[in-house]
């Protein structure tokens, strides 16, 4: 079963445009969400995290909203360069534990 | 200072042939992630050591994979014997469990079963 759901699958934002990208949970025992990006041909490199004490972390361009109540949390690329482009993934984990649980991923193409 | 690392970064194969991945952790890392990816399932989760120790491998698809973490430094993932619908992407991740969760993935292996 699948425990975060990741929206959408794919985006195309031209340059300075703002991909907004979503995600919920439903384990209410997560308490840690990293943001992975993956190039190409690469592994998935940690982006921004977030614990649920904050409702926002911004990290240069990129911002993460969470919503506690509601279980949701999203990305936002500020001004996206089509340097951006690639794959995003949100995750979620447990404080008990380091596995990670991945979203199904959002491939982010910035038109320039 | 080195990454993950992990070869071979390539495998094709036949149909019913062993294949093994291998994976050096970060040093100092007591976490290792096995990952497949594919466009269908996209990352999923195999199996994960804790200071060598399987903790879970609910995650591994069938009996023909398995995983063994003989030391701190090396891990192995090895289907036997391989089926088509085995091709695809696997990472290799490592942690520092205790830390901040923050998981370091390799490069990756990208297996083509014919």
């Known amino acids: 079963q699948q425990q975060v759901k990741q929206s959408p699958q794919s985006l195309i934002v031209q340059k300075g445009g703002i991909p907004i990208i979503n995600c919920a949970y439903e384990n209410t025992a997560f308490d840690y969400f990293p943001w992975y990006q993956q190039f190409p041909g690469k592994g998935p490199a940690l982006l921004i995290a977030i614990r649920p004490d904050v409702s926002e972390k911004k990290e240069g361009r990129f911002t993460i909203s969470f919503n506690k109540s509601a279980k949701q949390f999203s990305l936002h690329i500020m001004d996206s360069q089509p340097g951006d482009s690639a794959t995003y993934f949100c995750?979620?984990?447990?404080?008990?534990?380091?596995?990670?649980?991945f979203g199904g991923g959002t491939r982010v193409l910035v038109k320039p | 200072d080195a990454g993950v690392i992990q070869s071979p970064r390539h495998e094709v194969t036949e149909m019913g042939q062993e294949v093994t991945l291998r994976c050096k952790p970060i040093s100092g890392h007591n976490s290792l992630f096995w990952y497949r990816q594919t466009m269908m399932r996209g990352l999923e989760l195999l199996i994960y050591f804790n200071n060598n120790v399987p903790i879970d491998d609910s995650g591994m698809p069938e009996d023909r994979f398995s995983a063994k973490m003989p030391n701190a430094s090396f891990s192995t993932l090895k289907i036997q014997p391989s089926e088509p619908r085995d091709s695809a992407v696997y990472f290799c991740?490592?942690?520092?469990?205790?830390?901040?969760?923050?998981?370091?993935f390799g490069p990756g292996t990208r297996l083509t079963v014919l």
């Open positions: 995750a979620a984990s447990m404080a008990a534990g380091n596995k990670l649980t």
């Open positions: 991740a490592s942690s520092f469990f205790g830390g901040n969760n923050e998981q370091f």
